[in-house]
């Protein structure tokens, strides 16, 4: 039996594993225990992936559409001619100098770079993801606010105080198995954990405290906190004066505003308990961290909720600490840069690469905002002539997607040519012209790597441990060969014979060798220190040489050698040159002028973290009107699981959850048929939408709220997943976060009324 290191795909957290393997069949999966997260775990998601290489209705064979869009009468064809067909359409958009009209919309990119390189080659910025519809709002606070990356990285092991807005890590959140052992070994140790949640969740319950809270209030009760620990002086008085871009005078005249009293007649959490709650996170610190998710971003005003998060980190001084929040990047590119040569970044702008309406996010995040993409097309605001998808299900996992999204697909006005690359037949297959069928990621190579919760940067290598069956190809072959098909130009930046062959170039310059990671599947950096107060890393530069400049802030720039640019690298601090932060000031940011710049912050203190309610705060709501939310369970990853027999053995419908108390009201019981429909928008009127969903009656939900997990309500992705359960994406509308731009999954209103 062969033991063969590769890295999980089943969810974003990308665990190391080990496959067992004898006669060309995976016997087991378990978790590799290098990998510096899971450290040699392995959740249910990972270990059910063998049902994804033998599920029975997989993808075997090119195939191009003979009937009407969405008739299901396909021919199976040559790869020679899926190539030539899809290259001479391609050709032709890059001979009439119209690049822009492909659109390349993918699902889970890990190819970390691999598909940009063919949108840069091709010359089209619309490499588009699900990231506006996943984590956007607080990826863009991170950014804004930290700059070095987009993402948390709590020292869990070491906190003393683990304050949680509306993740539910013990089951969902990227970093799942590696967060869940440490918080369970802190906790052991004493740390202390408060959960902000609409739901009873696992990790809800999981804590020392639950808090129900109104959905999209996350941000209020955080600026509360806040508000306590200024007003009694409990600040981080020093990190604030030093490393931040505002005094702790301006933070006081800010936060007043916020008192515990407002807190609790918009959240529902009471004063008594904001005001205890601030005051054990401050005695806590810099042992103290917050983690947040959906529960808290998922809004209209998801970003400055995550901002005023993540600002109660910097308030008590716990930003890079041990056993605070800390930071580091999780691209595996820092570690092991991309092989070249690399094409040049489009300079053109489109609509939907750029939507107007999201100034900030098109600034600081690019191509990052999803919930646009199909009514724009609907629209006729932006156009396109071929869209290829690629681990992707709209139709499923996009708001409206039953209805909108999937009309636009059907539109051979709105999309004229579709090409899907899936491994499975899924709604977005069922609607395309060409199919190529992809590779899992247990047949298929990568390099990855995750934010490591050891603060050491690592590297893993993601190999077949099987074959494909029938002509099932990696994306990586796939690409290369159709830039061949397309023509010259394009060729010349893919001078690789294959996927493997890319690969091994780009591993080529990890120090234990290809050969070594091939045997282990990870690489940690034992040589980097880990990352505590990586703001304070000295910068070796000579402050005498002409080429080096401090301006009247401190601010260190350097002149480039290639360039007469000049790039900032540091900060002068204490007589030393340090890193600082990754902003333009080099501080941490409690401030943030664009926003006013960009007509974002109406008022002087919206530069701030602030607090805005959402429509479903506003609303006076009936006793048949609910805010609907929907959350993943332990064993599924939003709809891609749900052929996976074992998974759906587990876990196999989606009930609507709402409180008994709220049931009893309108009559129904438990396991009942009801109606959810969805509210109309005074300002913006909707199309009637309804489902018919089952009834689960428990006290582990906010009265107000109503929950379905968005893990089934499929129609096709075979016989396994079709006609399980519920899809509620057709009750909720696109619209985003204005200035995160991340998709406001979490306010939509619903009426309930029984099923006759």
């Known amino acids: 039996m062969k033991r063969i290191p590769t890295m999980c795909l089943n969810c974003s957290t990308v665990c190391g594993m080990i496959a067992h393997v004898k006669g060309g069949r995976i016997i087991k999966l378990e978790g590799n225990p290098l990998d510096p997260n899971a450290r040699g775990k392995l959740c249910a998601k990972g270990q059910a992936a063998i049902n994804m290489v033998e599920d029975p209705d997989r993808l075997h064979y090119p195939m191009r559409r003979i009937g009407a869009r969405g008739s299901g009468k396909w021919e199976r064809i040559t790869w020679e001619e899926a190539i030539s067909d899809i290259a001479v359409r391609l050709r032709k958009l890059r001979q009439e100098k119209r690049p822009e009209a492909l659109m390349l919309q993918y699902g889970r990119d890990r190819t970390n770079g691999f598909l940009d390189r063919f949108t840069d080659a091709f010359g089209t910025p619309n ?56 918080v369970a070994e802190a906790r052991r140790n004493g740390a202390r954990m408060v959960t902000f949640d609409v739901r009873l969740s696992h990790t809800a319950a999981q804590s020392d405290e639950w808090q129900p809270i109104f959905p999209g209030t996350d941000g209020m009760v955080a600026l509360a906190i806040g508000h306590v620990i200024l007003e009694e002086n409990l600040q981080n008085t020093a990190f604030i004066e030093n490393w931040t871009n505002v005094t702790v005078a301006e933070l006081k005249e800010h936060y007043k505003r916020y008192t ?76 092991v840069p991309q092989p070249g040569p690399l094409p040049p970044k489009p300079k053109i702008r489109t609509e939907l690469s750029h939507p107007a309406a999201y100034p900030f996010a098109n600034e600081l995040y690019p191509r990052a905002v999803s919930s646009t993409i199909y009514p724009d097309l609907s629209s006729g605001r932006a156009q396109i ?32 040519f579709h090409v899907a690359i899936d491994a499975f037949f899924s709604e977005t297959v069922e609607v395309a012209d060409y199919v190529l069928p992809d590779v899992t990621f247990l047949e298929k190579w990568d390099l990855d790597a995750r934010n490591s919760y050891d603060l050491r940067p690592y590297v893993g290598l993601r190999q077949p441990v099987v074959a494909p069956p029938g002509e099932c190809r990696d994306i990586r072959d796939i690409l290369i060969r159709l830039a061949h098909a397309i023509d010259g130009e394009m060729a010349k930046w893919f001078p690789y014979a294959d996927a493997e062959s890319f690969v ?96 974002l912050a109406h008022e002087d203190h919206e530069i701030y973290p602030s607090y805005f309610s959402t429509w479903a705060r506003r609303a006076a709501l009936t006793e048949r009107e609910f805010v609907l ?54 300002s913006a009127p909707l199309p009637l939408v309804e489902i018919c969903v089952k009834a689960f009656l428990t006290e582990a939900i906010h009265p107000q709220v109503v929950a379905i997990s968005a893990s089934f309500g499929h129609w096709q992705y075979g016989r396994t997943a079709a006609f399980r359960g519920y899809n509620p994406n057709a009750l909720i509308e696109s619209a985003a976060d204005p200035i995160g731009g991340g998709q406001a999954w979490n306010d939509t209103i619903v009426q309930i009324f029984t099923a006759d």
């Open 504 to 599: 091994r170039a780009w591993a080529s310059t990890i120090p234990v060798g290809f050969h070594t990671l091939l045997q282990s599947g990870i690489w940690v950096d034992q040589a980097a220190q880990q990352a505590y107060r990586p703001y304070l890393q000295p910068v070796r530069v000579d402050l005498s040489h002409p080429d080096v400049h401090v301006d009247a802030e401190g601010i260190v720039t350097q002149k480039s050698l290639h360039t007469d640019a000049y790039k900032k690298i540091g900060v002068l601090w204490n007589g030393v040159v340090v890193r600082g932060f990754e902003t333009p000031d080099r501080r941490f940011h409690f401030k943030l002028d664009q926003l006013r710049k960009l007509s």
């Open 385 to 416: 002539d071929t869209l290829i998808s690629y681990y992707v299900n709209a139709p499923m996992s996009w708001p409206e997607g039953p209805t909108l999204v999937r009309e636009v697909l059907l539109s051979e006005d709105k999309v004229p």
């Open 127 to 182: 490499k588009l993801g699900h990231r506006g519809l996943c984590s956007l709002n607080k990826r863009m606070a991170i950014k804004a606010a930290l700059g070095d990356t987009d993402w948390d990285t709590a020292d869990f092991l070491q906190s003393r105080f683990i304050l949680n807005f509306g993740s539910n890590f013990y089951e969902a959140h990227q970093g799942h198995v590696g967060m869940v052992a440490r």
């Open 629 to 682: 939310t929907t959350f993943k369970w332990n064993v599924h990853t939003q709809s891609r699981t749900a052929n996976q027999q074992w998974l759906t053995e587990i876990v196999g419908d989606n009930p609507c959850w709402i409180h008994p108390l709220s049931a009893v009201r309108l009559g129904i019981r438990d396991g009942d048929l009801m109606i959810l429909r969805r509210q109309m928008k005074e």
């Open 260 to 335: 515990p009293a407002f807190a609790e007649r918009e959240s529902g959490v009471s004063a008594e308990v904001i005001r205890r709650i601030a005051r054990d996170f401050a005695e806590a610190a810099p042992h103290a961290t917050t983690v947040s998710n959906r529960g808290a971003h998922a809004h209209f005003n998801g970003f400055h909720n995550e901002w005023a998060i993540l600002c109660l980190n910097a308030l008590v001084g716990s930003i890079g600490e041990p056993g605070g929040l800390c930071y580091l990047s999780g691209d595996v590119n820092q570690s």
